[in-house]
């Protein structure tokens, strides 16, 4: 199975690739790989990613994507309860989207929790099942079951597991090693073990190269019996992406196990990707990671998380401890009780390992602190059993030190949640958003805030997804001309001309621009020119009525008022950076005195919050 559509960019440049390169390659892809399993195209971070980020439908996504390849199959990745998202939805959001997704052109679910917690992956398999799509159940890997030292992640331990998901209906078995930790030795174990036990069962393998192993590995796997292993195209492999597709396709040839696919298109197919790729320079993993680097053995973090976390880290102004960071993932992991990482419990142990170095903390003073210490909000969720419940139970006294008297989780989360109301959602929705589809209205369920966001960005400035990704990423240099296709047969011609240099008392620019050689002006506002720098008073660190922000971030909500009577650990305001969201609770207990914020403000370390009296 090729990759490359979705978790390669994932993995190496931050999920940013365009639906505009997508398409640009797809008939190639349709024409030369046909003999492929599949397609992995769609699902996972680049959901959200296209709204958020690239102002771009998902589905018309995959609606173009499978209009030019009607020949090979679609895969995507599915968080069994969790969809696309990163917490839990009512049931019936779960199989909404996926009746959609299979109407839209996707053919294979390959459908995993974040914790391997059996409830949440049968809820993602009845619903892509229901929906008429190929069931592929997914465990996700960690550990080593070659080393015998390492007990809790054991053979007996997939082996269950499998069953449990051959019981529940699979179509095809997935062995999902999102850290590249998947050994040949280990593989070729859980490939026999698993082979011998079900000899008509699919198997299907997933690694990442963050090692430099990954090739080795799927060998070792496919010489035991796995019936489909995963790689990315040459240009957009290795690292934390899959292993070389040219590689393993070459090293089977010849043998029993010989691909059938042609090395020469695979170059092409490379050429065309090692171009785009340059394009989106900004987002690349390769600006620390150079080579693969065994010490993914140690910290264990997801390929598809490096460069996110990478960037979080930056953003947080912590890009320089990097490698502070992936050692703190390591305790965080071992702290939260040794959990099986991927999305999005990977989110929880990086937003704690953030929060460790921000704070220059290590793991006994987190332990000791735990009362007083303000942890991220996905900390608190998964403690609280938000995203399930772990393997071998929650980390003790870790989890009643977090919670105190907080409220907590039994069982499968999504199973309290009431079913959403599409009819009202469609509704409100299409009040606020005239252009709105129904199509909208199921990312609304999932992404309520950030679909309204995309929709208002697509009322005031059209369909971007159209422009060039060069122009999309930095805009176009004065006296340029470029064209945009709009639709079929509707193409314009645009050429930028000039920016005047007075501003308007509202803080607008007049640009003028020929289009279609007409010439045009528009009025834009300038955001950097009406940006006032703003000195925010720091917080006393030896006053514990004074109340800091525990890192940079953005305030998106104010729990408190003057006035209020606080006890301490009340919850006083939430912070968002990078899809990282860290709840601020009060050290102290007694009045707040003054609130030194307001919504949407942009944050430093220890900007003062509160004072309380």
């Known amino acids: 199975m090729d990759t490359t559509f979705r978790d390669a960019h994932q993995s190496l440049l931050a999920t940013r690739v365009r639906t505009h390169d997508l398409l640009k390659v797809s008939p190639f892809v349709s024409h030369h790989f046909a003999p492929l399993y599949a397609l992995e195209n769609w699902g996972g971070a680049t959901f959200d990613v296209a709204l958020r980020f690239l102002h771009e439908c998902p589905w018309e996504r995959l609606e173009e994507m ?148 990954g090739v080795a590995a799927m060998l070792a796997c496919a010489e035991a019996g796995a019936d489909v292993v995963d790689v990315a195209v040459d240009s957009m492999s290795g690292m934390t992406s899959q292993p070389s597709m040219g590689a393993i396709v070459a090293s089977l040839q010849g043998t029993d196990l010989d691909t059938g696919l042609k090395l020469d298109k695979i170059s092409e197919y490379s050429a065309y990707w090692e ?37 979080q880290a930056y953003s947080l102004g912590l890009g320089d401890f990097f490698e502070d960071v992936k050692k703190a993932y390591a305790e965080a992991n071992q702290l939260l ?41 996905s900390v608190v969720e998964y403690l609280q059993g938000h995203i399930g419940q772990p393997y071998g139970g929650f980390p003790e006294p870790l989890r009643s030190k977090v919670l105190r008297d907080m409220p907590r989780i039994e069982g499968r989360p999504g199973a309290s949640l009431p079913p959403l109301d599409f009819q009202k959602l469609a509704t409100e929705l299409k009040e606020t958003f005239p252009i709105a589809s129904d199509r909208d209205v199921v990312s609304a369920s999932l992404y309520p805030q950030v679909t309204n966001e995309y929709l208002a960005f697509k009322e005031k400035f059209g369909p971007v997804d159209k422009l060039d990704t060069r122009i999309f990423l930095v805009g176009p240099k004065v006296g340029e001309e470029f064209e945009v296709t709009i639709e079929k047969g509707k193409t314009l011609g645009i050429k930028t001309l000039a920016m005047a240099e007075d501003l308007t008392e509202s803080g607008d620019r007049e640009v003028f621009f020929e289009l279609n050689g007409t010439l045009r002006s528009v009025y834009i506002q300038d955001k950097d020119a009406s940006k006032e720098i703003e000195h925010h008073p720091k917080a006393n660190k030896a006053n514990k009525n004074e109340v800091g922000a525990p890192m940079p971030g953005t305030v998106i909500d104010i729990r408190i008022k003057v006035g209020d009577r606080v006890e301490k650990g009340t919850p006083l305001v939430i912070l968002s950076a990078m899809k990282m969201e860290t709840v601020v609770q009060c050290p102290v207990a007694g009045i707040v005195k003054t609130i030194n914020i307001d919504m949407g403000m942009k944050l430093e370390a220890e900007d003062l919050l509160i004072t309380v009296e």
Not at 302 to 310: D, F
Not at 351 to 375: G, H, I, R
């Open 66 to 213: 499978r209009k030019m390849i009607p020949n090979v199959p679609f895969q995507m990745l599915l968080r069994g309860a969790n969809a696309v998202g990163y917490t839990n939805y009512p049931d019936n959001v779960v199989y909404k989207f996926c009746e959609l997704a299979v109407q839209t052109g996707m053919d294979i679910f390959r459908v995993f929790d974040s914790l391997n917690y059996l409830p949440n992956i049968l809820v993602g398999m009845e619903a892509a099942g229901k929906a008429g799509g190929i069931v592929e159940a997914a465990i996700s890997y960690s550990g080593d079951v070659s080393d015998p030292n390492k007990k809790k992640y054991d053979l007996n331990y997939y082996l269950k597991l499998a069953e449990e998901l051959v019981k529940g209906g699979t179509h095809v078995l997935a062995i999902k090693d999102m850290a590249g930790l998947l050994k040949p030795k280990a593989g070729k174990l859980l490939v026999t073990a698993l082979r011998d036990k079900y000899p008509d069962l699919p198997i299907h393998i997933h690694t990442h190269d963050t090692s430099g192993g």
């Open 337 to 377: 009780g040794d959990i099986i990482k991927v999305t999005p419990s990977s989110k929880v142990v990086g937003d704690l390992a953030q929060f460790m170095v921000q704070n220059k903390l290590k793991s006994q003073d987190v332990l000791d602190k735990a009362e007083e210490l303000s942890f991220p909000k």
């Open 275 to 311: 171009q785009a790729r340059t394009l989106y320079g900004p987002f690349e993993c390769t600006t620390t990671m150079r080579s693969g680097n065994a010490d993914v053995y140690n910290n264990e973090i997801p390929g598809g998380q490096y460069t996110n976390l990478q960037f």
